[in-house]
Structure formats: structure tokens, C-alpha cells
């Protein structure tokens, strides 16, 4: 019997060379790589069928279309959509155009998205954050009035706020695809597009709270964790449980010994793979509840990493190291702490900050 042959082609990713099936999307292709040249990703989402080509996070140059027809595509495309050719060239961190239009995309989504950072129980795991700290601008040019919404009660368990909504449609797709019964999506269109209970009925279903976990923002988020903490605060454990309508394998957050919420394990891309039930996620916040395996070992580049676990494994930014090399002094750690006074003072150090001292009171 004649084997099917899987058709292989080749492609370039910011200089890297992959082998992918044919039919492999260009995000798919550079994630093959890694997380040094894969594309930013708003509302693509791969264990969900049909996401993605909604946000234009993933925008990338081709500069050659394939082998057999090597001019580039006139315009940046979404990554997370378009199929790779054999001998396609793909421009994504190295494009200046790319880095431009990412500016753009994060202004865009920010205009109408309220400054609730401080108060956003998402702010720590935001992709939103992450995306405009890393492609964004630090201003603003928008003036007008941003646009508010009439309150929408999603039931006792899932919190809508429709104004951090960017429209990404994956929770539409998650009730779609894994609950039996979808009873919310996206009503109107353009600016007037929003995320909607049809007759404001409550999410009743089994699988619902799987929403929260799919949100990139802090527009769904779990009512039974609300302001309960901030995520850096909290320490993730593997954990799981014999579970007769879902997988069972879960993150539980800690505070202290107290276990404030239960989500979906998420891999290095942030996409839950394996979705939990209802009953997992908002009934067992007992440790007695679970087989505790260890702390989870957080692999996406997240604050939740900071502060905890490995100090030493925290990576500090390229682009930070550059700034506090080009602006601050070295300091010496060699010197000896424990100096008399008197030599202490006579130190350059210590008269340099007497001066700067002096000169700040006077003001
Ligand atoms: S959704 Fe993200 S960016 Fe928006 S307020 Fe919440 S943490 Fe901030
Ligand atoms: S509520 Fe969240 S998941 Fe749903 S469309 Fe808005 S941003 Fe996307
Ligand atoms: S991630 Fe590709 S368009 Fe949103």
C-alpha cells in the first residue's frame, strides 16, 4: 500500500529556516521556531477552531512570496491566517514597517479601553498589557469620549466589563465550540459592536467559566475571584482531579494557604488546551479537593514568574540593560561595606550626594 506523503515546504522567518507541512500557517510556522521570532497573538487562539483575523496583532511582511513567484505581497499581512508557500520569506521583528504598524494596532486598540490597570483583575496576565508595553507608545493622541456600555449581568459566576472587550471573539468561539449551548456573541457591527446575552440570559452552561480563560483581557473575568488579589501575589500548583465531565488538570492559586481560583492549564502561548468544567473551576477551592503535583512552572515571560520562585532565572530586558548601561554608573559591588565614617565621607560618592542633597533643599 502507497503511504500518503505529507508535502513539506520551506520557509524564512526573520533569517530562521523551518520545515512545515504544506498548509501551515505563517504563525504556525514561526512558533515552530519560537517565541524569539513568533508574531504577537490578540485573538488567533489554536486550540479554537476558525479564530483569529480579527486584531491584526500578527501583522508580518513577506518579502518573498515563494520560490516559483519571489516578489513580495504589496501589503503586511495577519500571520495567524495566511498559509505558508515553499521559499516564502517573512519578515516579523526585523521589518521596521512591521514595528510601525504594531504601534498603529496598539493605538487602535486602545482607543476606546479604560485606564483600569490598577483595579483590572486580568493586569499581570493581560495580553493587551503585554502587547502595548512591548509594541506600543507610551501616548496618547485620542481626545474624544470614550464609549461606555449599559451594564450586562452574565449571572453569579462571569463578570462582563464590555469596555476592556477588544472583540476578539474567542469567547464567542469557545461557546461554540465546547459548550452545548451559546447563548451570548457579538451584536452590531463597527463601532457599535459589542459582546451580548441574547435577552440578557445568564451563562448557565457546564463549560462556560472556559471563557474567562480564552479572554486576552480582563473583560470576562471570574466573579468568585474579583479584587480577591492581585496575580503576581498569587502562587500557581499544578494540581488535578478525578473529574467525570472534564480533563481534571488545573492551576490552583494561592494565597497563603487559602485557594482563591482554579483555571485552565495554559501553555507557553497562553491558550488553555485541555478546558475544565464548571464544577472544577468555581466548586473545588478545598486543597483536600486536589492531588497537588508542584509549583507550576510559569514558562510565558510574566510577572507572575517575578518575585517567586527563581530569581536567578528572571531575565532582565535587553533594551533595560541598554538604558541603565548608557545612563547610570557602574557600582563597584567589590568595595567594602563596613568603611570608618570619616573615610566614608571623604568618598567622591558620599560628597556627590551631600551636593545633590544640598542643591534639592534649596529649590
Ligand atoms: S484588560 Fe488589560 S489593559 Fe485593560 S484594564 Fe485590564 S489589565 Fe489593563
Ligand atoms: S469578551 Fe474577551 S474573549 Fe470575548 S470578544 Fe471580548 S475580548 Fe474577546
Ligand atoms: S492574531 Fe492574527 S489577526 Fe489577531
Known sequence: MEENKVELVTVTIDGHQVEVEAGTTIMQAARKIGPEVAPPAMCYYKPLEGTGGKCRACLVKVAQGSTRDPRPMPKLIASCITQVQDGMVIENFTSPEVIEARKGVVEFLLINHPLDCPVCDQAGECHLQDFSFNHGVGTTRYEEERRTFEKEDLGDKIQLHMTRCILCYRCVKT??????????????????????????????????????????????????????????????????????????????????????????????????EDFICNTCRFDKKESSDWTIEGPTKVSRHSVISANKYRADLISKPEFALKVAESQYKQINDDRPFLKELPEIKKSEDYQGLMKQNKDYFRK
Not at 191 to 200: N, R
Request: hydrophobic residues 30%; positive net charge.
Open 175 to 272: 461557546a461554540d465550540q465546547i459548550t452545548d449551548k451559546r447563548v451570548h456573541g457579538v451584536m452590531n457591527r463597527g463601532d457599535h459592536a459589542e459582546i451580548s446575552t441574547y435577552i440578557e440570559k445568564a451563562i448557565d452552561n457546564d463549560f462556560s467559566g472556559n471563557m474567562i480563560d480564552v479572554c486576552p483581557v480582563g473583560a470576562l473575568t471570574d466573579k468568585t475571584y474579583r479584587f480577591k488579589n492581585r496575580v503576581w501575589f498569587s502562587k500557581p500548583y499544578d494540581a488535578h482531579r478525578d473529574c467525570d465531565k472534564c480533563c481534571g488538570k488545573v492551576h490552583l492559586w494561592y494565597r497563603g494557604e487559602e485557594v482563591i481560583r482554579v483555571t485552565g492549564r495554559k501553555n507557553m502561548w497562553g491558550e488553555v
